[in-house]
């Protein structure tokens, strides 16, 4: 091992139990929140809770069945999609538009409204290139905040269901909403959009700057940059745009909120987003920071911390393969980039490794495990370009997203698929021992079963469903911006990035046409509503179940033997269906 | 489940979407960008770099060098198709290369590049180039390059602009960044401040 890789190495450990000590104590003060506790934030926040509630019409005491409770959260995202479909479509004619831009196509509307909706910000076009500071604030910046605290209200549900004595209803939706994003989404994202504008990401409704370039450079017949003094060169550029906006406020709530989409196509590779190392750790740290708290809230809500605990375990343990195996790969390079040693990859006076799609003032380490967080915790930002990171490291990527957020996944709904997990593990180890499936003291029936089961298949079957859409239709592959092995991986990471509800890309892909739009608009809302449908009914159904004492040898949910076992399930359930398509792609590049 | 139900969440979905919008879509961003003009005004307007009324370009973002009196930077994709000023004169920006670093077209660019950089500069002879001068950035406008980069270009860029090699490198380190808590990130130099510097536009880096 390399001094630098394991210098990379114990600088993500450390951050990584920074996070776990920060959500320790964050989540008391989440599951306080949410559960209408006396606090000093509710003595500050609580009259403006109680003005939306009123004007919402929702009340903490109306706590709703399942049903009304789904009802309420697929209304929240059709109608949240619905108004930002129609910004996006009308900014030609909305405020707040200084460069101009017209209203986006149907298609790519459609796409970006399901994508925002969903929580996953796969983008189809650059923001910076293709929308107005009012589609940017009004329209993304507000669906950041509402699809997480969605994904949130329905853990929360799921875990009232859980606790339950058996009478009690899963909590109001809206309240729950309402909460989350009052007590925990903006208090957050006003500290980290402050810390930005003083590091240097442009706050502003100014036009886009143009400046003046030192070197000026030509412009071939085709629109090709030349060298300015080039023959083909027809015409001289001789200044360059830097483009501003509001960007702090929406980078700060896309970092936290598991969303992923940023102010520009560079995402928090660009200087403007993530000016510093400073920022860098703080954006890195907020995609974690949020699903490991709601582990830890877990543990608080069912009243059996040991279960929070043990769930974190089994996360940090995968998280912490897939960095190691991660930021090998790209310490090691490739031999492609050595160059028969022409090129030095070495650590002295620079970051050591694979410096392709990479930044300078961050380095190979950090943007490794930035690409690890973010497609472990469903959130799709980067702080480099996904399609510059070695073979190896992509399979990485795309295994953490093909497990269905499991790995922390989004706010709430990784929670959510997690617990999915746990259910399948009980019943399949419970099976092994000879004893009646019991969960939390309730008894496991099929239908139980079923919602476990169709909730963590759902995200896999999507993906290879949309994959396949993609390899098969002519049209849909002609995006694929790649040959063989390198074109079915751009499309395999898209159908898998869209159905994780990530929101990661590999840049070669050419994402804005009709049909991956709509395949892949499909996907996402298939990928978020079908698990939430799941986790809410299933909530529902647990809700009403009476626990009944613990039974001598039963089996313990919260012990290492289990720990491993759900390691082993998830494992499974996740090579099973993604290897095949893996290793048609990125394997086969890995390998040749 | 009656219509109803239906209903009357669409309507709650309808007013809450409605709050969400003034509260977190306009209210929050102008809060948020009053304290930045307050506070920190140059960084929340792009942290623009101006010299005798000369707008030089964001501390933020990259420009391509190649000339002999300059510093170069990370190799860019520029692009002049995307954005026009205001009498429709193309304005250069970039993208991500989205090369897979194990490709064989990466394998080829790396060597063009290898060649190019080695051939401006004789002096260095076969010692290898560092790797940020040969590869693309994630964003593809990396304002900075590392001190491993900056320093292998000091003697050309000493010998293009007749400034001593102690000279250089006093410039070079003003540009300089240290890593947060000399751990976190990496050190490296902003390559518009050292270029502004060798041309004598700016005296000192602005708002360090």
Known sequence: MSDELGAALFEAAALIALLVAVALPLSSYVVAAMEGAPSMA???????ERGCARIVGARPDDSMGWKRYLVGAVALTVVGMAVLFAILIAQGVLPANPESFPGLPADTAFNMAASFATNTDWQAVAGEARLSYFSQAVGLAVQNFLSPAIGIAVAFALMRGLRSAGAGGLGNFWIDVIRAVLYVLLPLALVGALIGVAQGTPQTLQPYETVQL?????????????????????QQVTQAVVPLGPQA????????????????????ASALENPTP????????????????????????????????????????????????????EYAATPQLLDDGAVYVGGVEQSAG??????????????????????????????????GLTPLSQVVALVLM?????????????????????ILTVFIASLMVGRAPEYLGKKIGPAEMRLAVIMVMAPALVM??????????????????????????????????AGANNGSALGGFEADAPWPNLVLGLEMLLGRLVPIGCAVALAGRMAVLKPSAAQVGALSASGPLFAVLLV???????????????????IALATA | MSGRVIGKALARAAALVAIATLALGVLYPFAVGAVGRMAFPWQAQGSIIEADGVKYGSAQVGQPFSDDTHMWGRPTVADATLFQGADGQPLLWYGPDNLSPASQQFAQRVEERVAAVRAAHPDRGNAPVPSDLVTVSGSGFDPHISPAAAEYQVGRISQATGRSPQEVRAIIRQCTEKPLLGVIGQERVNVLEVNLMLDGVLEAVPNR
């Open chain 1, 42 to 48: 509710r003595k500050v926040m609580g009259p403006l």
């Open chain 1, 214 to 234: 030192l070197e000026p450079v030509g412009v071939d017949a085709e629109g090709n940059v030349v060298e300015a003094d080039s023959p083909e060169a027809v």
């Open chain 1, 249 to 268: 406020s929406q980078v700060a709530i896309k970092q936290l909120g598991t969303n992923g989409g940023g102010f520009n196509g560079a995402n928090s």
């Open chain 1, 278 to 329: 400073l920022t860098n750790l703080l954006q890195c740290g907020a995609i974690m920071l949020l699903p490991l708290t709601l582990i830890f809230c877990f543990g608080r809500m069912v009243g059996d911390r040991r279960q929070g605990r043990m769930l974190m375990a089994v996360v940090i343990a995968m998280l912490a393969v897939a960095v190691a195996v991660c930021m090998a790969a």
């Open chain 1, 354 to 387: 694979n410096m392709e799609g990479k930044e300078c003032r961050i380095g190979t380490g950090e943007t490794a495990l930035w690409s690890v967080f973010t497609t472990a915790a469903a959130h799709g930002s980067s702080n480099g370009s996904m399609a």
């Open chain 1, 402 to 422: 093909g497990l269905g957020e499991v790995v922390g996944g989004g706010a709430g709904t990784g929670l959510s698929s997690l617990v999915g997990f746990v």
């Open chain 1, 464 to 497: 290879l469903a949309a994959a396949a859409v993609l390899a098969l239709v002519p049209a849909a592959s002609a995006s694929a911006g790649g040959d063989g092995a390198q074109g079915f991986t751009n499309m395999l990471y898209a159908a898998v990035s």
């Open chain 1, 568 to 586: 082993a399930v998830v494992l499974l359930v996740g090579a099973l269906s993604l290897v095949p398509a893996l290793a048609l792609g990125p």
